[in-house]
């Protein structure tokens, strides 16, 4: 049985910060900075970001270490409170909503995903349903049947049966990945979920994420340093450096030798492939 998500939106906002229903998440002029101590000046700053996504899209965030993008990510996921500006999912600003509530609409895929005992991997995604759950209750029949299907989603149900500590990185991933689809969420959020794979797993990954963002409607956003994964997977790229979201837009736009020479601090081609997606490949000095 496929997961049936619903849509209805939690009543722990005021009705004036609601959008438009084609907006899933709008970033609205978004600071922060942060400091050690609050009498010196920030040790980084986010400067003012603005962007949206739509259910079923994929926004790929790039940009060199320390450009701002794991901020970013957190301050989507309701981590980080902003300094300014708000961020609003289905027309609800994420900051006022309870972290259950949160948790049952925002599921967030880390670059490491720490085990605290020894799990097999249907354990291990049934906790993505603990959001849903109530208290002193065991999950329920329909909470194992949705892990199990975001399992198949993802082709990993036949590791179900597996220890986390005795899986691959790219399954790994996978079973990760399924957890959060456990979640049921309407946003999902990944930080850099290709790191440490090969080139088939990350590959396996990315087709995943897209064919369950299309087939569920998620809105994905993806922090990331693959520069032609994102070109080839994500429908917007929100480039960034030292703190500044420089552009957004679809990849062929963001994607200009010129531009991500400034950015990366290397020389660059860049050229346009017959299905309109950009590739990018390092020049040696030389």
Known sequence: MSPSRSSTVPRTAPESTRLGTEIRLAVEQVSYAYSANP????????????FQARPGEIVAILGPNASGKSTLLQLIAGVLNPLSGRILLNGFVIHSLTPRTRAQRIAMVQQESRLLFPARVWEFVLQGRHA??????????????????????????????????????GEKQRVILARAIAQQPLLLLLDEPTLHLDI???????????????????????????LNLAAEYADQILLMQSGRCLRVGPPAAIYQRELLEQVFQVPLKVEMRGHG?????????S
Do not use: C, K, W
């Open 39 to 50: 009498s010196q000046a920030p040790l980084f700053t986010l400067e003012t970001t603005s």
């Open 132 to 169: 849903h759950g109530r208290s002193l209750r065991f999950e329920s029949s329909n909470d194992v049947q949705i892990a199990q299907d975001a399992l198949m989603q993802v082709g990993a149900a036949h590791l179900s049966d597996r220890l986390m500590d005795q899986i691959s990185g």
């Open 277 to 285: 997606r950009p590739r990018v490949t390092i020049l040696a000095d």
């Open 200 to 226: 088939a797993a990350q590959v396996g990954l990315l087709d995943a994420l897209r064919r369950l963002a299309a087939r569920y409607r998620y809105t994905v956003i993806v922090v990331t340093h693959e």
